[in-house]
């Protein structure tokens, strides 16, 4: 991050959690690309966010989780293997994980798969951590657009939905680009869907 005070870094990320946990969305950056988020725990959030981006779909959002402890919270059937490639990623993985639980029903596909990331992002884990939930995480577009790499390619009408933007200044170094994602079934079955 460019020199970035620490009190108004932990202002910012009280702001974020105060709006999160208000059932809020916001417009924040991550390790990867910029991303509309609410608490996964909350489904009219959730639903806020489909009907800003123009989406129904439940396969399109991920979670953030702060830790593997926390990812653990909300899965209940994921295999071991998962969290050995967790912790093995060297650049970000999203992993679609059976077995959801605690999160908004809205949020949750047929199958009942979780697709959860551990961002490796200051602000991201710093509003993980105060919030002590998952935190949506999709890209910040309307469904079918580009997704936007950073905040300026982000439309008008997705800034204008949100009830808070984060400062640009915390977005840290990301990769610009999505995450990579591998699904893991029950049994340690193992399925890369995007590299």
């Known amino acids: 991050m460019q020199q ?7 202002r910012e990320v009280d702001e974020a ?4 946990r208000e059932g809020g ?6 390790d990867t ?10 489904a009219e959030a959730v639903d806020r966010i489909y009907r800003l981006k123009r989406s129904e779909n439940k396969k399109s ?3 953030l989780c702060a830790s593997a402890d926390m990812v653990v919270r909300y899965v209940n059937r994921a295999p071991g293997i998962a969290f050995e490639v967790m912790e093995m990623a060297t650049s970000p993985l999203t992993l679609i994980l059976p077995g959801a639980t605690g999160v908004a029903a809205n949020l949750i596909p047929d199958e009942g798969t979780l697709g959860i990331r551990v961002p490796d992002h200051e602000f991201c ?48 170094k990301p990769t610009r680009k999505a995450s990579s994602i591998i699904a893991f079934g029950e049994g340690g079955e193992v399925r890369i869907i995007r590299e």
């Not at 970035?4 to 932990?10: G, I, M, P, T």
């Not at 959690?17 to 999160?20: I, K, P, Q």
């Not at 969305?25 to 991550?30: A, E, N, Q, S």
């Open 4 to 10: 970035v005070k620490e009190s108004d870094l932990r």
């Open 17 to 20: 959690v105060r709006v999160l």
């Open 25 to 30: 969305i916001i417009l924040y950056p991550t």
């Open 33 to 42: 690309v910029w991303g509309l988020g609410c608490d996964a725990t909350n």
């Open 61 to 63: 959002m991920l979670v």
């Open 125 to 172: 884990r710093r509003m993980l951590r105060a919030l002590q939930r998952p935190v949506v995480s999709t890209s910040a577009n309307i469904s079918g657009e580009a997704t936007p790499a950073g905040l300026q390619e982000v439309s008008r009408e997705i800034i204008d939905g949100v009830d808070f933007v984060v400062n640009p200044r915390f977005e840290g």
